[in-house]
């Protein structure tokens, strides 16, 4: 079977060669593997990270092992969607392809750390092509992460200055009751001044 997957823009099919990284769209997230040629790929997955598990995937967030595997693609892709995405290309020079290989082929069968954030799957791979441990969809997590945080700190603030706008307009209506209630008074004690001057006046 002829091996083909779509570039990062759905617009084109690409056929997967040793070295290359294969990225598969789960749901919620991606998962990586490392193209070795004959139908199959190196990955490294943590116990519940597997084609169709749906959900339950997410689960390998809680891990901090992980197996190194070498399966036929098409059994980790499942029916998920795949593209070969060589994602560092634009920073890093790809080591040579049998160096690749030998590393990925040598850590079959064993097991590794795994942390979600600092030694994931797409870390794993990105360490086999160019020797940089690297994982994109963390930075855009952490990115994300930071855009909501400061969104909600400017909500904050924008609460705190209409609770201080509102209770400024209130002590300024407060004021300006009182100063009309004095207005009155006084303009009451004016008008009894007057008229007891009247009244002395007269009698």
Not at 125 to 154: F, H, I, M
């Amino acid at each position: 079977m002829a091996l083909e997957g779509r570039d990062r823009h759905g617009q084109r099919e690409v056929k997967p060669q040793p070295g290359d990284l294969i990225e598969i769209f789960r749901p919620g997230y991606q998962h990586w593997a490392l193209y070795v040629g004959d139908d199959l790929v190196v990955h490294v997955a943590p116990p519940s990270e597997c084609a169709g598990a749906g959900p339950s995937s997410m689960m390998s967030i809680l891990a901090d092992r992980g197996l190194v595997k070498m399966e036929e693609l098409w059994t980790v892709v499942g029916n998920d969607r795949y593209q070969v995405n060589n994602i560092l290309d634009d920073e890093y020079q790809p080591r040579p392809v049998y160096v690749i290989l030998r590393e990925a082929k040598r850590l079959v069968g064993h097991m590794v750390s795994y942390s979600l954030f600092s030694a994931n799957c797409e870390h794993f791979v990105t360490n086999l092509r160019y020797g940089k441990p690297e994982s994109r969809q963390v930075c855009q997590a952490v990115e994300a992460t930071a855009w909501t945080g400061l969104g909600l700190g400017a909500a904050a603030l924008t609460a705190v200055a209409l609770v201080e706008w509102t209770e400024k307009k209130k002590q300024e209506r407060q004021r300006q009751e009182e100063s009309a209630c004095i207005a009155l008074c006084l303009g009451v004690l004016v008008c009894i001044l007057v008229l007891w001057t009247l009244y002395s006046w007269m009698f």
